[in-house]
């Protein structure tokens, strides 16, 4: 069964830009969670996703904002991009279908903010 | 946010020899998780833990859940060169409706041949 794939892996992008992340689960499953890394701050949760619907969020700014379609994939978007936006953004994905479900991560996109 | 404490940050060992994390919280968790990360990459499930004072191993580590369900730990026995890499804890309230991890700072792995 393939893995987590995140699209693309690499970006560079300058302050003030957008940018929007892709995100595939593995098949058959139908949550998705993205998380922020950086140096400073380690892993940070985002938001999750569950059957197109928003199910929870962290504490980030409005500027961060997701979506998830019905085939489970799932994109998030960064408007107005700051310097501090740069980072690894890792998305998981889990079944939600037992209590014992845990969480998968893909390879992540580099963010790069100049 | 709330973190996990994971101390020291870096570890340097022999290859061969045996090493431990511990990974605390102020908060109850219902799920423990370690996760490994290589440069460039997405962290890796090592183990998952599910119940409070669970034993669970997985070839040369082995992790528990601590019984008051705010702590864990992770073991790696006769450490080899690949053990090299970032090991996460990482802690789960409830899964489904709950599913945000909590993640601590990571501890960096060092093994010298």
């Known amino acids: 069964k393939a893995g987590v794939t995140q699209t693309p892996r690499y970006l560079i992008k300058t302050r003030g830009q957008q940018v929007t992340l892709s995100c595939s689960p593995i098949?058959?499953?139908?949550?998705v969670s993205w998380y922020q890394q950086t140096p400073g701050q380690g892993l940070q949760f985002l938001f999750e996703?569950?059957?197109?619907?928003?199910?929870n969020k962290g504490n980030f700014p409005g500027r961060f904002s997701g979506r998830q379609f019905s085939n489970s994939r799932s994109e998030m978007n960064v408007s107005t991009l700051e310097l501090g936006d740069s980072a690894l953004y890792l998305c998981?994905?889990?079944?939600?279908?037992?209590?014992?479900?845990?969480?998968?991560f893909g390879p992540g996109t580099r963010l790069t903010v100049l | 946010g709330q973190q996990l404490n994971q101390s020291p940050q870096s570890m340097f060992i022999q290859e061969g020899e045996d090493v431990s994390m511990n990974c605390t919280s102020s908060?109850?968790?219902?799920?423990w998780l370690w996760y490994k990360q290589d440069p460039g990459e997405g962290p890796v499930l090592l183990i998952a833990?599910?119940?409070?004072?669970e034993l669970t191993s997985n070839g040369r580590l082995t992790a528990q859940f601590g019984i008051t369900r705010k702590d864990s730990f992770l073991n790696i026995s006769a450490s080899i060169p690949s053990d090299v890499g970032i090991y996460f804890c990482?802690?789960?309230?409830?899964?489904?409706?709950?599913?945000?991890?909590?993640f601590g700072k990571g501890i960096t792995l060092s093994v010298r041949p």
């Open positions: 098949s058959g499953h139908r949550s």
């Open positions: 908060s109850i968790f219902n799920t």
């Open positions: 990482a802690g789960q309230s409830l899964p489904g409706a709950n599913s945000k991890l909590t």
């Open positions: 998981a994905s889990f079944p939600d279908g037992t209590l014992r479900d845990t969480q998968y």
């Open positions: 833990l599910y119940k409070a004072g």
């Open positions: 996703y569950f059957s197109e619907t928003q199910r």
